[in-house]
């Protein structure tokens, strides 16, 4: 009978370091997601981005906000114009790739055109042939200055390239990781313009019969639906009260925006009580 138990925990070995592997890129993805949305605050309101969230927690709460509004771009996916706004957005940092890509091909071009030039050369060729046969010829002359050649030619040789190869993967990881947050100040920049700028009311308040409604009663003027924010209220345990349309919030902080005097201000939650309102 064959004992399959050491290939079971072995296959469920894999499984977890698979999941653990997919989990920590997909952490580090949001991350990177966050870190845009938050640049997308200071690019629309001017709040410096570093205010804007305190931890890994807060970006990856950040980061779903862009998730949510990327959702949105699932019915674009047959537009070319999405693809192009996308490689706009993301030129900066895809034109080094792009040269970065180009100079490799040209390398690699080289790399295969030079031995088929040097083969056509007759007197290289001839050249080689007489180095060939004097190494045959003395074995231990050729031994003597080869093997100290090849000692320090390799480095010579091996950590230029070694070193290259290592630079040119460095400028490809950096350009691909700047690329993640790009999408994120897109998604967050088109939220802000979309849910929080845009709109001309706030979320009306639902009570319980229409709540229980198979479709609630959603904002309308004039029998027309129109698009609605997020209104809340921050009171501080000291009295002072902050309104505004939400722009983006993370564990124990809220962005907030009014829009009839443009002010925007970070607001702490910590010990506050916060009240959706459906006006300013």
């Known amino acids: ?40 605050v200071e690019t629309k309101f001017g709040i410096p981005h570093a205010v804007v969230f305190n931890s890994t927690s807060d970006l990856l709460t950040l980061g779903s906000w862009a998730v949510m509004q990327m959702l949105g771009y699932l019915s674009k996916l047959s537009e070319w114009g999405f693809y192009a706004e996308i490689w706009e957005m993301s030129w900066p940092a895809t034109k080094i790739a792009l040269i970065v890509a180009v100079a490799i091909l040209l390398v690699g071009a080289l790399a295969l055109a030079v031995p088929a030039l040097l083969r056509r050369w007759t ?33 010579l040789v ?16 950096a350009c691909f990781l700047s690329i993640i947050p790009i999408a994120g100040l897109q998604a967050g920049s088109t939220h802000i313009d979309d849910w929080v700028v845009g709109p001309t009311v706030c979320t009306p308040l639902i009570g319980r019969d229409a709540r229980l409604q198979s479709k609630p009663v959603s904002a309308q003027r004039g029998g027309t639906k129109i698009k609605a924010t997020t209104c809340v209220s921050v009171k501080k345990s000291e009295g002072q009260e902050h309104r ?9 902080a809220v962005v907030l925006y009014d829009p009839a005097t443009g002010a925007v201000r970070r607001v702490s939650t910590d010990g506050a009580s916060i009240e959706v309102i459906d006006k300013l």
């Open 244 to 252: 505004g349309r939400v722009v983006f919030a993370t564990f124990n």
């Open 1 to 40: 009978m064959t004992d399959t138990t050491s290939a079971r925990k072995f296959s469920g070995t894999q499984l977890l370091t698979v999941f653990l592997s997919v989990s920590s890129a997909a952490a580090i993805v949001l991350a990177l997601l966050g870190y845009g949305v938050a640049l997308s």
């Open 123 to 155: 007197g290289l060729s001839g050249a080689v042939k007489q180095a060939r046969g004097f190494a045959s010829a003395h074995r231990r002359v050729a031994v003597i200055v080869g093997v100290p050649l090849f000692i320090l030619g390799t480095p």
């Open 158 to 173: 091996v950590m230029p390239l070694a070193s290259l190869v290592v630079l040119v993967g460095l400028v490809l990881l």
